[in-house]
């Protein structure tokens, strides 16, 4: 998607990953490990700078390539969101909201830090979980034993959350060039199934110009805090109206995914604008639009056509459970229309939407 953002701007791409992932259908590509620096060497030669999509590229393999070329966001973006725990200290530290949590390294501290944050919590991997996999969600303390022999037992270190009684979720997606200069989207609403992102809508409804200061403000301080260059999400909470903090992903975002339809400029197209060091492209929705996450399967693609305003994206990965295999947008005229366009695809992609909110 990144290259497929940069050909029109006169951009030529090589991508570098450790298995063979779409990109290598539309660029110059290479399978290496990222511990090879040989193989990162290679990589860099004849390249202008480096950027990643992918938040557990090592802080090593980041770090080597930086110590010979311009590399936007910067190394330190990836160990803290690599890390749960260095995440929520960090977040934190600027002295924005999240869930209480604590390190839980035994049965023992897992059981206490259930009954110190429960009833109702979620114990993480610190490290390497993502769309909901390597979570556990406890709803009395008798959970916590459960929960640490699925977790626990490999040794990992795991976090305990508090479960957060959260109205409904939202993200910020921003884009930061060089010199602090931002231009964020809209602020978007979530819904997760099974721990994977289903659908969203953008612009979010409902949305107080208090609650858009309050991102703004939370997306400032946490790209300024890593002077950071590139587009960057942050995944929130909204709890009637306070937003609490829950990740931060260094990287373009499957909920900024609606951007390349349905605003002035896509999530994609600003990143590069953004590590290029060139000025960002306006960020306001153009239209009201919705995602949905071809999750497992990719639907019949024929009805989905035939619906106006829909725009399908599929990513050229193999089908596998719970795997993003592409999405598809619809734009409307309207909210009104939008939210129909939405039940209609979400009817063709087998999963309908259970609740409009107004
Ligand atoms: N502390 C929490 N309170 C309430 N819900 C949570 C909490 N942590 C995670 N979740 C739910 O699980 C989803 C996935 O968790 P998240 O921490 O974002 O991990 P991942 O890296 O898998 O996206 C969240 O989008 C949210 O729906
Ligand atoms: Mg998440």
């Known amino acids: 998607m990144l290259a497929l953002a940069g050909y029109p701007l006169g951009l030529k791409f090589r991508f570098l990953d ?24 290679r990589f860099a030669d004849g390249v202008d700078l480096v950027t990643y999509e992918f938040e557990n ?18 190394p330190r973006a990836l160990s803290v969101s ?54 556990v969600v406890l709803r009395q303390p008798a959970d916590a034993a459960k929960a640490w022999d699925m977790l626990g037992r490999t040794g990992r270190t795991l976090i305990c959350e508090q479960l957060v009684p959260f109205t409904r979720e939202l993200s910020v997606v921003a884009a930061c060039g060089h010199g602090g200069k931002m231009a964020v989207y809209p602020l978007v609403e979530n819904e997760h199934r099974a721990g994977i992102l289903f659908s969203t809508v953008a612009p979010a409804k409902s949305v107080s110009e208090a609650l858009t200061a309050d991102a703004h403000s939370i997306a400032r301080r946490v790209c300024a805090a890593l002077e950071y260059v590139g587009v960057l999400a942050i995944e929130l909470f909204d709890c009637n109206g306070t937003l609490v903090a829950n990740e931060i992903a260094p990287r373009v975002h499957n909920s900024g995914h609606w951007t390349i339809d349905g605003a002035e400029t896509s999530q994609f197209e600003n990143h590069l604008r953004a590590v290029a060091g060139w000025p960002l492209g306006g960020a306001a929705a153009a239209l009201p639009s919705r995602m949905l996450n071809f999750i497992g399967e990719v639907p019949p693609l024929t009805p989905l056509l035939e619906i106006a305003g829909a725009h399908i994206h599929l990513y ?20 009104e229309d939008a939210d129909r366009l939405f039940r209609k695809a979400a009817q063709m992609v087998g999963a309908p939407v259970l609740a409009a909110r107004s």
Request: hydrophobic content about 35%; charged content about 25%; aromatic content about 6%.
């Open 316 to 335: 050229g990965k193999e089908a596998r459970p719970g795997r993003k295999l592409g999405h598809v947008t619809v734009c409307g005229v309207d909210e």
């Open 18 to 41: 450790e298995t063979r992932g779409p990109a290598a259908d539309v660029a110059d590509w290479r399978l290496a490990s990222f511990s090879d620096n040989d193989a990162l060497d």
């Open 57 to 74: 590229v090592p802080v090593s393999a980041a770090a080597h390539l930086a110590s010979r070329l311009p590399l936007f966001p910067p």
């Open 82 to 135: 690599q890390d749960r725990l260095a995440e929520k200290d960090f977040l934190s530290s600027l002295g924005i909201a999240t869930a209480s949590y604590t390190a839980v390294r035994s049965r023992e501290e897992l059981e206490a830090a259930a009954g110190r944050l429960g009833p109702s919590c979620v114990v993480k991997t610190v490290r390497h979980g993502y769309d909901g996999r390597g979570q």
